[in-house]
């Protein structure tokens, strides 16, 4: 089955930066959409960023300038490049996959096992 792993997240003071990388594993027909979400304790998973075929790259206005999303295609992997980090963007950062399996044929949504993001002021 398909399996994202998350790394990158840890410890920084605001005004600093950090990327994060997930890795996926597993057969895929089609790539549809990959993306970043966040979850801060007592809130629920907000969207970041994403690469979504067919229409390119998002970003939340939270984040607009300052983080960047890219991916890999040769190593199946989803960049985040986080810059000038504030205290508020401290969160679980969860990666997400929409593909087309090859077994089966049928669009399905994976997501990782979140990393932590601590941004100190």
């Known amino acids: 089955q398909v399996q994202l792993v998350e790394s990158g997240g840890g410890l920084v003071q605001a005004g600093g930066s950090l990327r994060l990388s997930c890795a996926f594993s597993?057969?895929?027909?089609?790539?549809?959409?990959m993306g970043w979400y966040r979850q801060a304790p007592g809130n629920q998973r907000d969207f970041v960023a994403a690469l979504t075929t067919g229409v390119g790259t998002v970003y939340a206005d939270s984040v607009k300038g300052r983080f960047t999303i890219s991916r890999d295609s040769a190593k199946n992997t989803v960049y985040l490049q986080m810059h000038s980090l504030k205290p508020a963007d401290t969160a679980v950062y969860y990666c997400?996959?929409?593909?087309?399996?090859?077994?089966?044929?049928?669009?399905?949504?994976?997501w990782g096992q979140g990393t932590q993001v601590t941004v100190s002021s």
């Open positions: 997400s996959l929409r593909a087309i399996l090859v077994v089966t044929g049928a669009e399905y949504n994976f």
């Open positions: 597993g057969s895929v027909f089609r790539i549809n959409s």
